[in-house]
């Protein structure tokens, strides 16, 4: 199957940092990137849908100054934690897939944030 | 608004034993449901993918079942192994704000025994 990948999968920073998480598609072109975040024992939360060249739709409630994404190219999407605060720390998962396609996404393994 | 609930929150059962785990929609109108596992700390794999069209899906010892009409989704679970221990996930797909999005549960956290 298609393979996401992450970096970093770990990351600890001091609160007021930013800190930068990539998402790329191994091997597909990904039109279609979506930010996850998940808080323990808790759901999976959408963030963001970006199309590649075009501006992320940010779910209600959801920071699109705090939260940064940039989806440059087919297999590559950057999220951006500005200023982060202990309150964002959580696992940033990020998904691809193919546009207007109502298949499977593909996952990354994730991205554990810690802001101290 | 999709709502997507999953019954039970956590399970612990010994080996062996047959499972059932409860998945529930809100809005019928869906492209399709799908079954993930997550293990502590990682990403998502996919299990099971139903079709909005279709009833059921099978995999090994997994069968995944859809109930568009009703709004649910039951995964069973065949003679479970202490290595199925993980947070089972729920998520549809539907149509929202211009994109199709999948929508999740809070998953099920099975814990398998020897």
């Known amino acids: 199957g298609a393979v996401v990948s992450q970096h970093p999968s770990r990351v600890i920073c001091k609160s007021g940092t930013s800190v930068k998480i990539e998402c790329r598609s191994l091997d597909f072109q990904a039109t279609t990137m979506f930010w996850y975040r998940q808080f323990p024992k808790q759901s999976l939360m959408l963030m963001a849908t970006?199309?590649?060249?075009?501006?992320?739709?940010?779910e209600q409630g959801v920071e699109k100054d705090k939260f940064l994404i940039n989806h440059a190219s087919l297999t590559l999407s950057t999220l951006t934690v500005t200023s982060a605060h202990p309150e964002d720390s959580s696992f940033y998962i990020c998904?691809?897939?193919?546009?207007?396609?109502?298949?499977?996404?593909?996952f990354g393994p994730g991205t554990r944030l810690t802001v101290l | 608004k999709q709502e997507v609930t999953q019954i039970p929150a956590a399970l612990s059962v010994p080996e062996g034993e047959n499972l059932v785990l409860n998945c529930s929609f809100t809005d019928s109108a869906i492209y399709n449901l799908q079954w993930f596992r997550q293990d502590p700390g990682k990403g998502l794999t996919s299990l099971l993918l139903i079709q909005s069209s279709q009833r059921e899906q099978t995999s090994g010892r997994l069968n995944a079942s859809l109930d568009k009409s009703s709004g649910r989704s039951t995964l069973y679970i065949a003679a479970s192994q202490p290595g199925d221990s993980a947070t089972y996930l729920c998520a549809v797909r539907g149509f929202s704000g211009g994109y199709n999005k999948l929508i999740f549960g809070a998953g099920t956290r099975l814990a398998v025994h020897p």
């Open positions: 970006s199309n590649e060249g075009s501006k992320a739709t940010y």
């Open positions: 998904s691809a897939g193919l546009a207007g396609s109502t298949d499977t996404q593909y």
